[in-house]
């Protein structure tokens, strides 16, 4: 059964880019329904997101700046709507926060008391430890967004065969054991595209559609088991056919680096940049590129300044991209 989310979410953590609240609502739709959603801190300058608000029912909390309590504000702001959400609504289940601040955890504390489940979303620069420690389960921003092929068609605009086979590989990803049952993966394609149908892109039924994505594309299989249609995911279908070496890892870093740049990141966990690099380079080693650690790697993309690397208040290291 699909999950009840309550989706927050602190527009300042997120950066408040529209792809970005796109690729948290999808992860959050791949999980279940949203039946609320809320974001803090809006001012005119988020205007791009008016449509995609409005497509997905959200409230929104403005931002009114007087004096230097404004962001303590909305955190206060934040955690009683979700108090009064937890209290009166019994259709909610589970909550995601999008934020990473300690302030939150009392709040988180208390939703998981209630018998909730709680995913917490948050930038890594941002996060703190004792949230993603508190929450029933922590994403970084990065990853939510990581190596994801964006349709170019808009929520709303006719899908292509192409825009299909992603989104059923980015429900698949995010399913623990890369298989669903075709109806299941049919159930969650509904909900981040409501106006998906087979006969649109030319197919009677689902099954026949699978098919015919699995053969053009190769991302998954499918096989009719005790009378249930079944979808796995292929494991190798994002591998590279390159190799990393010492000749072109600068450039293959430079790229990904430019993507995390251009989604409006500048600062990184240097753990989501090699998972980064892995998901595209399975066999990426340090070795591989004539260096003994990841931190070797990350001082050589130094040198060619592509980036700086900074200690941030708790000690821990991040990749400030340049």
């Given amino acids: 059964m699909a999950s009840h989310f309550a ?7 997120c950066g408040g880019k529209k792809s970005m609240l796109m690729d948290v609502i999808e992860r959050v739709k791949i999980r279940g329904d949203i039946l609320i959603g809320k974001v803090y801190g809006y001012t005119d300058s988020y205007s791009d997101l008016k449509e995609t608000l409005l497509s997905n029912t959200f409230s ?9 309590s404004q962001k303590n504000s909305m955190d206060i702001q934040l955690v009683i709507d979700a108090l009064d959400v937890a209290f009166r609504n019994e259709l909610i289940d589970s909550f995601c926060i999008v934020s990473g601040d300690s302030d939150y955890v009392p709040l988180v504390g208390k939703l998981k008391s209630m018998g909730k489940f709680v995913l917490g979303i948050s930038r890594s620069e941002a996060a703190s ?3 993603m420690n508190a ?11 990581s190596g ?58 689902f099954g026949k559609l699978l098919t015919r994505l699995a ?29 990393l070496n010492t000749d072109n890892f600068v ?6 680096l430019a993507e995390y740049k251009e989604d409006g990141f500048d600062r990184v966990n240097p753990s989501i940049l090699k998972s980064a690099v892995q998901a595209e380079y399975p066999d990426f080693t340090e070795r591989a590129v004539g260096l003994r650690r990841f931190s070797d790697v990350l001082r050589a993309l130094e040198r060619e300044r592509l980036l700086e690397l900074e200690i941030d208040e708790n000690g821990n290291m991040l990749v400030h991209i340049l």
């Fill in 7 to 13: 989706l927050f979410v602190d527009l300042e953590n």
């Fill in 60 to 68: 929104v909390v403005p931002s009114l700046r007087f004096g230097r």
């Fill in 129 to 131: 430890n004792v949230f």
């Fill in 135 to 145: 929450c029933s389960e922590f994403q970084f921003l990065e990853s939510v967004a």
């Fill in 148 to 205: 994801k092929e964006r349709p170019g068609v808009a929520v709303g605009e006719a899908l292509t065969l192409k825009d299909v086979n992603d989104l059923i590989v980015t429900i698949l990803e995010e399913n623990g054991s890369g298989e669903m049952l075709a109806s299941e993966v049919k159930s969650v394609l509904l909900r981040l595209r409501p106006n998906f149908a087979e006969k649109s892109v030319g197919y009677s039924t």
């Fill in 215 to 243: 053969q053009q594309f190769g991302s998954f299989s499918v096989a009719a088991e005790q009378f249930n249609l079944i979808v796995r995911l292929n494991t190798t279908h994002r591998a590279s056919g390159e190799q």
């Fill in 251 to 256: 450039k293959v870093f430079a790229r990904i």
